[in-house]
Structure formats: structure tokens, C-alpha cells
DNA sequence: CCCGATGTTCAATAGTTCTTGAACTAATTG
DNA sequence: CAATTAGTTCAAGAACTATTGAACATCGGG
């Protein structure tokens, strides 16, 4: 279990996939989320997700994310850390994940996602 | 059966819904192939996209592209008309469209969707 | 070395989606 | 009015999806 999953190549992301991972409001709000602090830290642990559902579930979502090619996980030690493909996603669907972003930022409220400096509770 | 059927008004248009609809295939195609001759006509006959599957399959799936806000049908006569409802989705969410049918041409190819000028055959 | 924390995997379930064909409706044409 | 054309609606089936909880694996610290 401590190995790095696999991931598609740059040229193996598929355009129906991408969408399809990103019209469940879950994975849209992971997506978002670390779209929001990219400028911060590319990456967030798995962890940083537990308010949006069980963990088991979020393993389900995580694993679509990235057999999808929308994620990179890294395994260290007991945690695992995610981020966003941006540039192989840019590359390959130019604008594509920006106007995704921008369009739930709009409706930020309706689709329940956590804006940034919220979420971030203090123990 | 004759009436307009029912459309989403612009603010009812909704990102996940519209993420879904795109992610499937004949949909992408419908929604490609539009958007490949809006310069030309902004509307095409249900019939025209015969090709892509068996009939009661596409007014299933032109069906769920007018409930997410994706299309607008018009009755006339014994046809019906379709087109992209581009000025609401290019005001809810700007770019977007753009950015998937850009992406979709790159991979017409892999995608199996008809090219400008292609798939109009002569009778 | 055992504990607790972090995440994954597995099995079960409820619900949804796509596809097909047959029956239907509605307008047009002879 | 009968026949044709265009497209929808309905019912049924196979396949897939999301969600849950329980069991499991792995790492790090006392």
C-alpha cells in the first residue's frame, strides 16, 4: 500500500474523463480547494478534505481524480499529499481547468465550497 | 407533444450538470458539431445528428442537453431545432465552452467527432 | 514493540445512466 | 383520409456510481 499509485501519462488524460471527474460536486470541491491555495502550497494531504465526507469515500474520489490525470499523489510516511496537474492539464486542455475554477468560484455558494482562509479551523 | 419543452432559465443553469452533460461522448459530439458550424447556421435539425446514434437514444441525450441548459429546441412543423444557449453559458461561466470545444478539436481524432465540412453527405 | 493516526481496500447496497426496440404523436404530402 | 416523415415516450435491462462501514496496511512515536 506504500507505493505511489499509478497515474496516466500526459497524453493518456482524456478529455470526457476530466469532465466527468469534475461534475461531482465532491471532486469539484477538492479540485477547487486546492485551486484556491495553489499560491500557497501546491499540495494539501488527504486529511485537509475530511469535512467534505467520510474517509473512505474520499479515498473513492481521490483515486477517480487521479486515474483521471487531474491528481498527482505523493506518499510520505502516513500521509499522502495531492495536487492538482496543472501544467499536463493545460497543456493538454488549454483554459480548460481556469474557466472550470473561475465558473464554480461564481457560484461558490450555491455549489457549498469552502472560499479561501475559511475551512481552516484552528484545533 | 407540439409544445416548446421546457428550458432552465439562464440563472437555473447549473456547473456540475453542465460538466456531466459533456462528459459523454454523443453529447460532446452533439454539442461539437454545433458549435463547428455556428459561423454558418446557429441551429441544426435533430436529424442531423443521426449519425451519431439510433433516434429514441438521441432525444434522450437531447433531452438531457436542454435540461442542463446546454441547448434550446425550437418546434417547427415536424422538425426540431437545435442550438448552444451560448450567450447564458458564455455569462455563467466564461470560457468555459470555449475551452471544451477547443480541447475537443485537439482530440477530434480520439474522439470520433466529425470535422467542418465533413459527415455532409449528398443524397 | 505496541498504539494511534492516516488512508486504503473490500463488500454490500441504493440509485442512476445509457441503450434498445416498440408504441406513440404530430405535422406534411399525395 | 392514408401514408410518410420526424421525433418523443415508455419499459426493460445491463452497467456503472456513490456511499457506508468494517477490516486492513503502514508509518511514526512513546
Chains 1, 2 share one sequence.
Do not use: W
Request: hydrophobic share 40%; net charge negative.
Amino acid at each position: 500500500m506504500s507505493r505511489t499509485p499509478p497515474h496516466p501519462t500526459r497524453e493518456q488524460i482524456e478529455l470526457p474523463m476530466v469532465l466527468d471527474c469534475l461534475s461531482d460536486p465532491i471532486r469539484l470541491a477538492i479540485v477547487y480547494q486546492l485551486a484556491q491555495q495553489e499560491h500557497v502550497s501546491s499540495e494539501l494531504c488527504c486529511g485537509d478534505f475530511n469535512a467534505l465526507s467520510g474517509k473512505s469515500n474520499l479515498a473513492y474520489h481521490f483515486a477517480k481524480l487521479r486515474e483521471c490525470g487531474l491528481m498527482q499523489t505523493r506518499v510520505a510516511g502516513t500521509n499522502r499529499f495531492v495536487r492538482l496537474r496543472r501544467e499536463d492539464l493545460d497543456a493538454r486542455f488549454p483554459g480548460l481547468l481556469d474557466a472550470v475554477i473561475t465558473s464554480a468560484a461564481k457560484d461558490a455558494d450555491r455549489l457549498h465550497l469552502v472560499s479561501e482562509c475559511e475551512g481552516v479551523k484552528a484545533d
